[in-house]
């Protein structure tokens, strides 16, 4: 009868008394389905979602320049269809700074969305020397990697963001043309973009 | 017996001791209540003085026409109120209606008759005009002798013609009518007769034939109205004495019964009586007719307006306009105007016109209204405080609209002759459009290849997401637009001819010029301006042109000045400087020479407002620029509105806000307008009317720092009208009016 009721306690070893430590860890299995999980929900939730803001921003961007097509139009009825010349200026910025605020009070609409630049400097790129009633070619685009003519194929704008020309990384950039229409393109070329004779090509201020 | 004097009180009784606890006491007083009353204060400021409360309400008909209502205000603190046949001036300050008064009913006058007039006026005022022009090259006594009986003529003409209009014919009781038959053969005869360059006046028999033609439908009502007017009116009166008599709770229960009853009967009466207008519309037709533009003309409003004159002008349907000159407050409603005293509402006047008010001008001393006198005319009255109203016609060729749908395109209402006014207070002026040279230029309506856009971001975007929504609505429009073959718009790029002329100043001389596109006119405090193309040109008050300027892209074709208050008017003229928003630009002029001071790029700026403090605040539906070239691609239309604040002085953007609907600034202050809509509203108003919420309208008011928003005011019903003064917000709702009032913010 005694024995049945007399029972001695068992002794815990030292890893059974502070069982609660252990089982408050992931286990490494449980730590890599958790990380496969955050890299799943990324891809599906942040990737498209950055994808869709860039596009969202290309489309601001080429609306920007739209607006700046509207003021050089404009500014070239009122100047015997000439649009602004280089005139001495080292870049886009000082090129375009006539238009304000005779023909834009808002700086904004020189800036690409996607470069984060908020009124300040010009982003774009602005062919000087050209005229409204001449042949059809490029008037500006998004920054371009170089001051240079760009045959077809040639890289016109860069694959990294905050590189020179690289105001949408590797989406491209969009080109408005003397007639008004916009072009979004990849980081090269798509076909002769040759300056016309006496035209310059004024990037950004660095 | 000595004196027992408790030894340890007095030594604990120390009179400045006794003072410093008071002194504590009083000092510990002050700060609980400042505490009390500083928490009391920041308690009711965040539960009461930072939000809007209702100051006053208005009650109107909850069935009552909405279309016959208005709101302005009158001067500061002041509201005019239009509604129910009934006028209100309301004093904000004290809260509190400042007097009720009723707008008389214009008397109901023949409509052969009027036409008739009309078009007998305005052969006399042609008259006049070849006369004065006569007189410019009198050379000889036998010309002047000539000239002198021919004016003797005109001036018998003037007097008898003034006689007649003196005592208008009033429409005959259907009775009348009803005896005489109808004729079909009469409408082309008064046709032939009322044709502008017939003369009026002498032959009336094919006016007078056209009387008979009246719609039966209109007889029966009225002899249906008669008979229950009559009832309801003996019913009344047993009503009432039953009403008296009833002592007993089963009587008087069944008086309150009775009663539900007649009302109901009373509305059903009341509801003829508005019936009653819609078929007297149609009974008018043989008239209209005769006088109105062919049929497939004319359907919309151009702003001017395209009535003819019928015997409805004067049942005042037509929205009524106001004019706030100094003491006298005119209101204009339907086809007469009247002046009501501004201390007393007593009524000083009562103008009868010669057809539908198209348009008021108002400055504080004078009132001009246009008023339609038939397809083809205007008559233009000038009414001071006290002097007795000038009036003149004009043959202002027919009025068609700006653009029309037509089957396959968009088109530009070309005309040979079109006749625009504008008026800075008292001086009107009236510009004359000849047409020289037509010329349209068509361009493509749809942008080329935007589907192929739409369907990218359709396929790019996430299943079921609001873009997706976006691109596949813009797809389907863009496929209805095209299965319509609405593809092509038509730009109206014609020479015209504009003479400006001014009705009251015949001495001011005439200015003429060629501008191309289309012309249109407007006014402000300073300046009369007309714009044709990229054109815009300002003259002063005698015709002398100012200056002229370019502007970015046309002005979008809009309606005149004159209406809606101007509350919409893309300029505005302050601090020497001209505010204009054109197609593409929001531009700022020098009021005096012209020069561009700055230039904002914005498409589809609708609406400029100035607060007190000299600020300007723009609201634009912020259109892509492509919306300029490419007028029904929808896949360019789903931009969000935005709100902006600028400085006047440089241009600049101080904050832009999106998604408001419209805009108000007054004072130190500046409201907004959000109106939603969902869904499941629009499936319950189908299917339990009940309980559909009408509307979801929110007024927010703006931090004019940086645009946020102070507080906000939701109403589940239709706003009609806003009116704002301060810190005021006067909202017109279809059974009340409700003004709100911010204290503290």
Known sequence: ?206 | MSLQVPTKEIASFNPSATRRSTSVSVVMALIVTLLVVTLGGASWYYFFGRKPKVAMTVALELNGDTATRGLWSAGPDELLLVGDGDVRLIDLATRKKKWTATIPKSVPVDAGWQAAMNARFVRLQQWSDELSHKRTGLTGEAAIKEFNAEAAKYHAALTAARAEMATPRATPPPAAIAKKPASAAAVPAAAEHLKPGHVFGSDRSAVDALRPVVDANVQIIEARMKKRAAKLQAWRTALDAKKANAKTPLQKSAATEEEARFAAELAEQKKDENSLGKPREKSALPVSVAVAPPSGENKEDDGIGNDAFSSDDASGTAKPQAAICGDRLWIVEGSHAVAFERSTGAVKADVRLAGLALRVFSDTATAIVIASAGAEAVQVVRLGADAQPQSSYFFTGRRVPAFSMSEHSVMPGIQDLRTEFAAIGGSLLRVEIRLKEKRVTTRDAIKAGSEKELESVAGGAAAHSADELKAVTALLRNDSARLRGETIEHVDDSTYEVALKRPFEPDAAEWTGILRGRVQVFSTPTLHLVTAGTKLLAFDRANKKLWEATLGSPLPIRRSDGESGGASRPWIEAGGRLFLADGSFLNAFDAKTGQVVWRLPGVGIRKIQMDGEGSLYVQSDNLSVETLAYAMDASLRDAAPITMRIDPADGKIRWQVEKYQDLWASGKDVYVLRETKFAGDLENQVFSPGRAIQARVKIYKLSRENGSPLWEWFQPRHLQAVEVQGKNVALLFGEELQVIRSMCR
């Open chain 1, 1 to 206: 009868m005694l024995n049945r009721q007399f029972k001695a306690p068992k002794l815990l070893n030292r890893s059974e008394m502070v069982p609660s430590q252990k089982r408050s860890a992931f286990a490494f299995v449980e730590l890599l389905v958790v990380m496969f999980i955050v890299v799943v929900l990324y891809a599906v939730v942040v990737g498209p979602s950055r994808e869709y803001l860039q596009r969202q921003k290309r489309a601001r961007c080429a609306e920007n320049l739209r607006k700046l097509h509207l003021t050089l139009t404009l500014y070239a009825n009122e100047h015997d269809g000439a649009f602004p010349s280089a005139d001495g200026a080292r870049n886009s910025d000082e090129a375009l700074a006539v238009l304000v605020p005779k023909y834009s009070s808002d700086r904004s609409i020189f800036t690409c969305p996607a470069t984060g630049h908020a009124g300040g400097q010009a982003d774009f790129a602005y062919v000087a020397g050209l005229r409204k009633d001449g042949p059809v070619s490029l008037l500006a685009s998004d920054a371009q990697v170089n001051a240079e003519s760009k045959r077809s194929g040639a890289k016109i704008f860069a694959d990294a963001e905050g590189a020179r020309g690289g105001n949408h990384g590797k989406a491209g950039g969009n080109l408005i043309f003397i007639d008004g229409h916009v072009e979004t393109i990849g980081t090269a070329a798509p076909r002769d973009l040759s300056l016309p004779p006496g035209a310059k090509l004024l990037n950004p201020a660095k």
